[in-house]
């Protein structure tokens, strides 16, 4: 089944439409591509736990396409606001309190008393959350602890008929998923490294942020658990040179079978990341992944965090 739908006015209007009526729609956004649904449909919630078969108790994120919105969603500050302004549309997720008045968006919160929000920077999703007139709750359109998609190929990939419309954005310009801090107490703490470097978030705030360490058992945050990201083949990271039954992936002057970014850019080698992974894991004459080490600031924070993840050995 071919449920690919190129980028069109009509078909923008067509996913709303499967929105509003308790549908699930794969859609783009700049960081990787999501899952949608109503969040206020109980029932559309529970089929994205299901098609992904992911675990009731990890949180979705609320996609928004208006800040002002915030204020009847969460509870909210200056400090919400300012970051707000400054960061949306963009690959930034905050954690904030829940306001009681909103029972019926239980299930996408996993019963927690916080809720996840952010808005994406690219205009399919914007369009298409106009369009549905409601927020929509979107994982990364991927199966749970799987390679998170960057392309609509991918999506269809992974969750193929699961989806009733996967709207084709081409490939997503960020290409790992947004940067998460908890705005429920008065220090900011950084839930998962994203598409939003730490440094641009401390800057702007004029403090540090602390980093939350988590409790891999029981994760407050997605990407918190051991393995995450996992490819089929093992991967080793910080290679300096492969070995013979390796396919490299390279960065900067450390050139392999594939190169993250000749040129060392991290923002490069974040939109290609998850992309070569999966090349690297389709590689029949390899049996094993071997990446090259990448510089742990900026982006590289995120990329050092998806690679050890998907690294990790049970
Ligand atoms: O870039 C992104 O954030 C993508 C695109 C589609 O927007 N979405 C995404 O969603 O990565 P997901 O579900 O794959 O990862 C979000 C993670 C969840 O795994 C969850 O553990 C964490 O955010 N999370 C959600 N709500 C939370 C909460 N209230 N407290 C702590 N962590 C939360
Ligand atoms: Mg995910």
């Not at 204020?71 to 829940?98: I, Q, S």
């Not at 009733?164 to 839930?191: F, H, P, R, Y």
């Amino acid at each position: 089944m071919n449920n690919i739908y190129q980028n069109s006015a009509e078909n923008i209007t067509k996913a709303a439409q499967i929105i509003r009526q308790g549908g699930l729609v794969a859609f783009p956004t700049e960081t990787v591509y999501g899952l949608g649904a109503n969040v206020y449909d109980s029932k559309a919630v529970a089929n994205i736990f299901a098609a992904k078969q992911r675990p009731h108790f990890d949180p979705l994120i609320s996609h928004v396409a208006e800040i002002d919105f915030l204020k009847e969603y969460a509870a909210t500050d200056e400090r919400v606001f300012a970051l707000a302004k400054h960061f949306w549309p963009g690959p930034l997720t905050f954690v904030l309190r829940r306001i009681e008045e909103n029972p019926s968006i239980d299930l996408a919160c996993s019963g927690l008393r916080t809720l996840t929000v952010r808005m994406p920077r690219h205009p399919i999703a914007l369009a298409l959350i106009k369009a549905s007139g409601v927020p929509i709750v979107a994982p990364s359109a991927n199966k749970y602890q799987s390679i998170s998609p960057t392309t609509a190929q991918h999506v269809a990939d992974g969750l193929g008929d699961k989806v009733d419309m996967i709207l084709d954005g081409g490939a997503c310009s960020v290409g790992v998923e947004s940067t998460i801090i908890d705005l429920t107490t008065d220090k900011v703490v950084l839930l998962r490294a994203g598409g939003t470097a730490k440094e641009d978030i401390e800057e702007f705030l004029g403090e540090k942020i602390l980093i939350s360490t988590g409790n891999p058992d029981m994760p407050t945050a997605p990407g918190q658990l051991l393995r995450h990201y996992a490819p089929k083949h093992t991967l080793r990271i910080n290679a300096e040179k492969p070995e013979l039954d390796e396919f490299y992936i390279g960065f900067g002057k450390l050139d392999g079978h594939l190169n993250l970014s000749p040129s060392g850019s991290l923002t490069e080698a974040a939109e290609n990341l998850f992309a070569f992974m999966r090349l690297a894991d389709a590689q029949d004459k390899f049996t094993k992944i071997a990446m090259a080490p990448i510089p742990q600031n900026g982006l590289g924070l995120a990329i050092n965090d998806r690679i050890r993840r998907a690294s990790y050995k049970s």
